[in-house]
DNA sequence: TCTCCTCGAGATCT
DNA sequence: CTCGAGGAGA
């Protein structure tokens, strides 16, 4: 049976709830959830947290007590997942969920929550792994542990779902303040387009020089990503586009020195730009100085 | 240039 | 699961 699960999101978001399960082993079919926990944190702090421990149907075995910490005598007294779900899945609601590979955590959750009739888990979700490999690639693994290890997060109390929340919240912290400093950006595949974006405000100074006409961006911006930039240029009461035509007024151009195909030559945008001047089309090429220059006030 | 495929390789969760 | 490579077809 296929899950119908949220997007996989690749973003740093303010709003979002962290959220780690221990279980009796790694095969959501198969084996049973024995500790939730989960944080709820609101622009950007942490709010609320929910920790309970689940009693499972079978006893643990020795190398998960081993692993976790978490004893057949602890379980004893815990709640089974009847009890426990549908109060987690309260405090969950439909933030969106935050956690180290955190598809293995849906899926026991998701399933859990099909199994006991409560509103299904489609919660769109981040995975910090995910994000590390595109951050920190130069790291040879990603497991939570290596990435407390680097960014030099605690973890004394690892495998303990509350504790692994913690690690997983300072270390999505850390990804996100390398990822805002560097150059880098997301894939191409998962930049935003033109139309997947609007204004902000309604409220517009029509003498800005931007003011009613199209940008597009080629290369890499250095200060913001392109998502961002286009967001200003919206702003201000701009229009974007995806691709250079004659409606273009501004031809934006970052650095090409980190896409492979052109390598400090000109991008395919910034040709057709030219060969439109060329015709006569009123396009303004501008660097990326420039452009801050033009946003700035 | 762009989008949509398929394929195999590799990694992480308990 | 996700990624990159490589191909097909605009």
């Known amino acids: 049976m296929k899950r119908n699960k949220g997007k996989n999101l690749l973003t740093f978001p303010d709003d979002f709830c962290l959220v780690d399960v221990e279980t009796t082993g790694i095969d959501p079919e198969y084996d049973e959830i024995i500790e939730i926990g ?3 944190v609101r622009n950007g702090v942490q709010r609320d ?5 689940v009693k499972p149907a079978e006893p643990i075995d020795e190398f998960i007590e081993q692993l976790t910490g978490i004893t057949n005598e602890m379980l004893a007294e815990a709640l089974p997942l009847k009890s426990v779900l549908p109060v987690f899945r309260t405090f969950l609601g439909d933030d969106i969920i ?3 590979n955190i598809n293995f955590d849906i899926n026991f959750l998701y399933d859990g929550c099909i199994a006991l009739n409560l509103p ?3 919660n769109d979700f981040v995975d910090t792994m995910r994000i590390a490999r595109f951050v920190i690639p130069e790291l040879e693994h990603h497991r939570l542990k290596d990435l407390c290890k ?15 929340c913690e690690s997983t919240f ?3 912290n850390h990804l ?6 560097s150059v880098m950006d997301w894939p191409a595949r998962y930049k935003k387009k033109a139309k997947d974006l609007q204004a902000q405000t309604d409220i517009f100074d029509v003498t800005h020089p931007l003011y009613g006409k199209q940008c597009v961006f080629t290369g890499t911006l250095s200060r913001m990503t392109r998502a961002e930039a286009m967001q200003i240029v919206l702003n201000l009461g701009g229009t974007n586009g995806d691709n250079l035509s004659k409606k273009t007024d501004y031809l934006v151009v970052g650095s090409t020195e980190y896409s492979a195909n052109v390598k400090g030559g000109k991008t395919g945008k910034m040709k057709k730009a030219e060969d439109y001047i060329l015709k006569g089309c009123d396009i303004t090429i501008l660097s990326e100085s420039a452009f801050y220059d033009m946003i700035a006030e």
Do not use: T
Request: aromatic share 10%.
């Open 176 to 181: 996100k303040q390398d990822f805002s400093s």
């Open 38 to 40: 989960a944080i709820r």
């Open 120 to 122: 299904e888990i489609s």
């Open 150 to 164: 680097h960014y030099q997060v605690e973890n004394q109390h690892a495998h303990r779902a509350i504790y692994d």
């Open 49 to 53: 947290r929910f920790r309970m421990l």
């Open 98 to 100: 935050v956690g180290h």
């Open 170 to 172: 300072e270390v999505l």
